[in-house]
């Protein structure tokens, strides 16, 4: 078991109970909580296919899916519930409304919020409790509002759709607070997409003055080693044993300009900057292109970093090119979120003939893993940990765990 300064934990957002992105593969059984409440969903008779960005859930009009868990709702107190809803099409045409039930204790007590739904494209729908008020909203805009003192015995989401039991459409990236978002928080949940940044060891690289314009190799297969090969003078080609396929480092280039006020300004952040890579062990790359899928890369800097520059009293820009190199380029990556003592420990289960190394993404690393067997480690402070899992994976024959598997193989 090794130590490593490496990454930092993430800190949790308690106020989100339940979160979704339903971006599970196609067939997949199960769809992740990403919330500190781990309540999967079992699929069922749904579907998961192409959605807004990444996956989303498909109803057929009598598909249901079902948590593994009671959900933590309290109605009697703050509450917001958001997502993104399109309506299935059929040959007769499609549903032209969700609507929004909201039963209040007693008879006939009940509100109903209509909003037009399409086949063609997703809309973010929004319900938003704060104290006696109900917010409901679309695609960020507030709609209209409720206000009352009866109790909310229950709600739910409706189509004017009558060809099976249930809903006919797909939704995505659902998200419960138990608290009542703003509408500015509202607007960034409907229009806040994810721009790429780039960290190293859970620091933003724009906190050393650096940005990144492009990048190289992030997505690129790796070369594949030097094969065992046969050629005769008399035959065409030649003959080439890929039974077993593996791969060299990954190389990354990022291509970088820094900025600063000044020459002793821009000497300083180059110098913070390049001891980055003067560290012991690995570094931790992330590159967040997706709110629920980061590309993790562990790696080193084995060449110098030539910075072009100007010099000047004023303001300064330098450009570089930062060559990387991923020693062990085939990983999977899961995501563990320790948010009280029973969900203190990570597990794997797994049976592997090849040696594989564990990096639990808090600076411990269990190398040189092999058989079968099951590994734990415990976290000693509570927060959302990316594990990254390298080696000859695509020869694990089992593999269990209770973190999220984020990339089955990256």
């Known amino acids: 078991m090794e130590e490593r300064d490496r990454a930092r934990q993430q800190e949790i957002d308690e106020s989100v109970i339940l979160y979704f992105p339903f971006d599970e593969p196609a067939g997949s059984k199960v769809a992740y909580d990403y919330s500190a409440t781990r309540s999967d969903v079992q699929v069922g008779t749904a579907s998961l296919v192409t959605g807004r960005m990444g996956n989303a859930v498909r109803f057929a009009g009598n598909d249901k899916i079902a948590t593994t868990k009671q959900v933590p709702i309290n109605l009697s107190g703050n509450f917001t519930l958001s997502f993104f809803a399109k309506a299935l099409s059929v040959e007769t045409g499609a549903p032209k409304k969700f609507i929004w039930l909201l039963n209040f204790g ?21 319900l938003v409790k704060s104290g006696r008020l109900y917010a409901f909203y679309e695609n960020g805009v507030k709609i209209k509002e409720h206000s009352g003192s009866d109790t909310l015995a229950g709600l739910s989401l409706n189509q004017d759709y009558y060809g099976g039991k249930y809903g006919f459409g797909l939704l995505d990236n659902v998200k419960i607070f138990n608290r009542a978002l703003t509408q500015e928080e509202i607007m960034s949940e409907a229009h806040g997409e994810k721009s790429p940044t780039y960290s190293i060891d859970g620091v933003d690289l724009k906190e050393y003055g ?15 080693k030097r094969t065992q090969s046969a050629s005769w003078d008399d035959y065409h080609g030649e003959d080439v044993d890929l039974k077993h396929i593996y791969y060299e480092p990954r190389e990354i280039t990022l291509h970088c300009f820094i900025t600063a006020s000044s020459k002793v300004d821009f000497a300083t952040k180059v110098s913070r900057f390049e001891q980055l890579f003067d560290k012991k062990g690995l570094r931790r790359l992330t590159i967040d292109v997706h709110p629920t899928k ?10 110098e970093i030539v910075v072009a520059k100007e010099w000047s009293d004023r303001q300064m820009v330098g450009t570089f090119k930062l060559k990387l190199i991923e020693p062990q380029p085939v990983k999977k990556i899961l995501k563990h979120i320790y948010s009280s003592s029973d969900t203190q420990d990570c597990r794997i289960l797994f049976s592997t ?12 690393i269990s190398e040189d893993v092999s058989g079968q067997m099951g590994v734990s480690h415990g976290y000693a402070k509570k927060g959302e940990y990316y594990i990254v899992i390298t080696g000859c994976i695509e020869e694990i024959k089992k593999f269990e765990t209770n973190a999220i598997v984020v990339w089955d193989r990256l």
Do not use: Q, T
């Open 353 to 364: 003939d090849k040696l594989i190394n564990i990096d639990w993404g808090d600076g411990v």
């Open 210 to 224: 650096v940005f990144v314009s492009d990048s190289e190799g992030v997505m690129n297969r790796p070369k594949i």
């Open 294 to 303: 980061p590309l993790i890369y562990n790696v080193y800097c084995r060449d």
């Open 106 to 126: 007693g008879v006939n007590k009940y509100v109903e919020v209509e909003v037009e739904s399409s086949a063609s494209s997703f809309k973010h729908l929004a």
